[in-house]
């Protein structure tokens, strides 16, 4: 039995060791783009809306197939499913590769979409397949290092090989993914669940609200929103009626479940707003190139790399709340900081952000830490699955929400009295809302969450 365990226990570590890497040329190619896109668009002489779909046919392919893999994780084995979903990343990567017209990129963007969107879905699942859950902090530590490797180092390298060779050689940085396919196949087991009918109108439904509302997030359209609300209501239904639902209704009456998802959302949608916004005001403030403001931004994903797996044995040891209130003490000290320096040397911004991505990351190790331990053995899948494309989602509608703010330009008013720049008080305003908004719901996961783990430890 011991033995047993600790066989367990090694191919876990290893599992994760691949996913880090795994996750890092995930996380590339869905940030190494954003750098890329006002060259593209010169390329093929096209308007910043249009150039835009390469983020956003990725973004909505991505937070569908996040769901569908982990349903998916119900018929098959995730050896399976990585396989399939590493061969059509490397697919859509070739397809962008030899791009010579613009609907090709689009294209290959998509079917990069459709394969890596399994990554985040294993990331999610791993851990709490393979690591008890008095491990599961540690495991879900080491992911975060995958994410905030990959968020750093996304708009170095774009910056880097966009001005050396051609952007499309970008889509080779992606192929390196397979290079980890053996490892998978070797060491993943062939567990799986109960096989059972798929629901393809719930999950197609499903899909449209999904694709629906980003689509009205990206575009600000009522119309996409309110199709986007229809077919959430027909989603509703249909898993109600249905005799194999795509999404178990019963899941949903999981209270602790459900308020983890909307918690997440929310506090998802807080912390993910700082990598967002920093390169916007890098760029009009201070004026830096794409890889000038990649720099400025690598010693805060530096340091959230080497100590997420800290933020990990802290869920650990000391439970998921305090892991929750270190991340929003952090989040608030960096918010507060980068509103009151907003328009200073770039060295000020640096050493703040240390704070804020820290906190990002600590507040993602938390939230899945606390979901997870919600669900039971048969409804992981699904429900960190469901995880995985709320967080999505919510970082897409903070940066949608975020970027119509800024759209309005110049604020008048400044909530924060230190800054002076007049072009700057929109961006301190910002940080400065937000780290209300972390306060906030601090208090509203203490009354959920915390309060029921303090009553449980006394």
Not at 175 to 180: D, E, F, Y
Not at 364 to 381: C, F, P, Y
């Amino acid at each position: 039995m011991q033995a047993n365990h600790s066989i367990q226990k090694n191919t876990g570590e290893l599992l994760l060791g691949f996913l880090v890497f795994t996750l890092i040329i995930s996380v590339m190619n869905a940030t190494m783009f954003n750098v890329v896109l006002p060259t593209i668009g010169n390329e093929f002489q096209l308007s910043p809306s249009q150039v835009g779909w390469i983020i956003t046919g990725y973004m909505i392919v991505y937070a569908i197939g996040s769901i569908t893999y982990g349903k998916l994780t119900d018929r098959y084995s995730l050896k399976n499913l990585l396989t399939f979903g590493l061969l059509v990343f490397a697919i859509g990567s070739l397809i962008g590769l030899v791009a010579v017209q613009y609907w090709m990129v689009i294209v290959g963007r998509i079917v990069q979409a459709a394969g890596a969107s399994v990554i985040p879905a294993t990331a999610m699942i791993v851990p709490v397949r393979y690591f008890s859950p008095e491990r599961r902090g540690r495991a879900m530590g080491t992911v975060a290092i995958g994410f905030a490797l990959g968020s750093a180092l996304g708009p170095i390298i774009a910056g880097a090989v966009s001005s050396t060779w051609n952007w499309r050689v970008l889509f080779v940085i992606s192929l390196l993914s397979l290079l980890t396919l053996p490892l998978y196949r070797k060491y993943l087991d062939d567990e799986k669940g109960v096989a059972s009918k798929m629901d393809f109108i719930g999950g197609s439904l499903l899909a449209a609200t999904v694709a629906i509302l980003l689509l009205a997030l990206t575009n600000g359209s009522i119309w996409f929103a309110l199709a986007g609300i229809i077919c959430f209501i027909l989603f509703m239904l249909r898993i109600r009626s249905a005799s194999v639902p795509f999404i178990n209704p019963a899941i949903f009456r999981n209270k602790p479940f459900s308020f983890g998802l909307i918690t997440a959302f929310v506090m998802t949608g807080i912390s993910f707003a700082i990598p967002f916004i920093t390169p916007q005001l890098l760029a009009s403030a201070n004026h830096l190139s794409p890889i000038f403001i990649g720099l400025v931004m690598l010693p805060s994903a530096l340091a959230a790399a080497l100590l997420g797996r800290r933020g990990g044995k802290l869920a650990d040891e000391k439970g998921n709340p305090f892991l929750v209130y270190t991340a929003a003490t952090l989040l608030i000290i960096g918010f507060i900081c980068l509103s009151s320096v907003v328009g200073m040397s770039p060295v000020f911004l640096a050493i703040f952000l240390i704070f804020g991505i820290l906190g990002q990351s600590f507040m993602q190790i938390a939230m899945s830490n606390t979901v997870s331990r919600t669900l039971s053995k048969e409804h992981i899948g699904v429900g960190m699955g469901l995880f995985t494309m709320i967080t999505f989602i919510s970082s897409a509608a903070s940066t949608a929400a975020i970027g119509k703010v800024l759209d309005f330009g110049t604020a008048t008013v400044r909530l924060n009295p230190i800054p002076q720049n007049s072009a700057t008080f929109v961006y301190s305003n910002i940080f400065l809302i937000l780290a209300i908004l972390v306060v906030v719901m601090a208090a509203v996961y203490y009354v959920q969450f915390g309060r029921a783990a303090r009553t449980a430890k006394d």
